[in-house]
């Protein structure tokens, strides 16, 4: 009988290790995702002229810029850029963001 039991146990506690470690977490891409994919919230028509402005190019230097400098700027405009990217194709996804 105890062998039963201790058998019993540790297929119990192989299941929930696998179980932590094994499992995907879909909760936490499909979060992350419609935090990129909402859209910033919309203020007074002044303010959208101001917002289109500041959007209508990237900032003086950008090619000197590090890839986390980029990327915060970006954020500061609205747009998500991914850092594991090259600073080109970066600077690329935001230009394309910005027409």
Do not use: C, Y
């Given at each position: 009988?105890?062998?039963?039991?201790?058998?019993?146990?540790?297929?119990?506690?192989?299941?929930?290790?696998?179980?932590?470690?094994?499992?995907?977490?879909?909760?936490?891409?499909?979060?992350?995702?419609?935090?990129?994919?909402?859209?910033?919230?919309k203020?007074?028509?002044?303010?959208?002229?101001?917002?289109?402005s500041?959007?209508?190019?990237?900032?003086?230097?950008?090619?000197?810029?590090?890839?986390?400098?980029?990327?915060?700027?970006?954020r500061?405009?609205?747009?998500?850029?991914?850092?594991?990217?090259?600073?080109?194709?970066?600077?690329?996804?935001?230009?394309?963001?910005?027409?």
């Amino acid at each position: 009988m105890d062998t039963v039991a201790f058998l019993i146990i540790l297929a119990a506690v192989a299941g929930a290790a696998w179980l932590v470690f094994f499992r995907k977490d879909d909760d936490s891409k499909s979060t992350s995702a419609t935090v990129v994919a909402s859209a910033p919230a919309k203020s007074p028509s002044s303010g959208n002229q101001v917002l289109k402005s500041a959007r209508a190019s990237l900032p003086a230097g950008a090619e000197k810029m590090t890839k986390a400098q980029i990327e915060s700027e970006a954020r500061a405009q609205g747009v998500e850029l991914d850092k594991r990217k090259t600073k080109a194709n970066m600077l690329s996804e935001w230009k394309q963001s910005l027409k």
